[in-house]
């Protein structure tokens, strides 16, 4: 299949931009634009009602002033807590937002991302076929095109049979030698890694091999700096303002 076109730069705010403001909410994807940004990455569950929210941890209890599984909830009680003031009283009043809403924002702001499926265990088909058809019926035509990814491999099975023209990104803490032939069978983009036990050598085989390699979460510039040079293609960081200077 035709490799899709991939358009992802060097430096990608993570989960909008978690160093200075609350994660995955409007108010972050908003700074991490302010802030320079091209693109941003984010982590979508589902509700129990079938929606798409995007949120890093399966329980809202660390990110709202609400308990529980978002997966045991419905969007109208999800919408309901506060997922700002947790990390700053002055992001009092942001909620955890909708798919639909992130992607109406980024069209506002002209931001790129990085949708990285989060499936709570169980339930991976589904948020992943919710997520693609919702990127192909909504996703705007003038942003680049989006970039999906997980650490779930059932997930990116999913995402390949339901829409196979949107890139995929693997994810992988740590890279070993199976890389390569799990990138191959779900007909992967992109491989993703935590930056801490990435070897030099290893980005190297990786960018040999043909394969754009983003690490996470690259928080001090030097390191971002030491990553460029052994090959990395990009990294995501909390702090695009000390990144961005790199590049
Ligand atoms: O997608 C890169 C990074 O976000 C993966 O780890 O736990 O921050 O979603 P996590
Ligand atoms: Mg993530």
């Known amino acids: 299949m035709r490799q899709p076109q991939l358009l992802v730069p060097k430096v990608v705010g993570h989960r909008g931009a978690a160093g200075h403001a609350p994660e995955n909410t409007l108010a972050g994807f908003r700074i991490a634009k302010a802030l320079g940004v091209s693109w941003v990455e984010f982590d979508v569950h589902l509700t129990a009602d079938g929606r798409c929210v995007v949120l890093h941890d399966d329980l809202i209890d660390r990110t709202t002033d609400g308990q529980g599984a978002v997966g045991d909830m419905v969007l109208e009680e999800i919408a309901s807590y506060d997922a700002g003031a947790w990390f700053d009283p002055r992001f009092a009043g942001e909620t955890i937002p909708t798919l639909e809403e992130v992607i109406d924002l980024l069209a506002d702001l002209g931001l790129g991302a990085n949708v990285e499926l989060k499936p709570t265990p169980g339930v991976e088909d589904d948020t992943a076929i919710a997520t693609m058809e919702l990127l192909r019926s909504a996703w705007p035509d003038h942003l680049p095109p989006p970039l999906v990814s997980s650490f779930d491999y059932r997930s990116l099975e999913v995402a390949r049979d339901v829409a196979p023209e ?38 190297r085989e990786i960018r040999a091999a043909g394969y754009p390699l983003f690490c996470y979460t690259v928080n001090h510039a030097g390191r971002a700096q030491e990553l460029f040079g052994w090959g990395v293609s990009g990294v995501f960081t909390d702090v695009p303002d000390q990144v961005l200077p790199l590049v």
């Open 166 to 203: 949107i890139a995929r990104g693997l994810l992988l803490e740590t890279v070993t030698d199976e890389w390569r032939g799990m990138v191959e069978a779900i007909e992967a983009t992109t491989l993703h890694c935590g930056h801490t036990p990435l070897t030099p050598a290893r980005a």
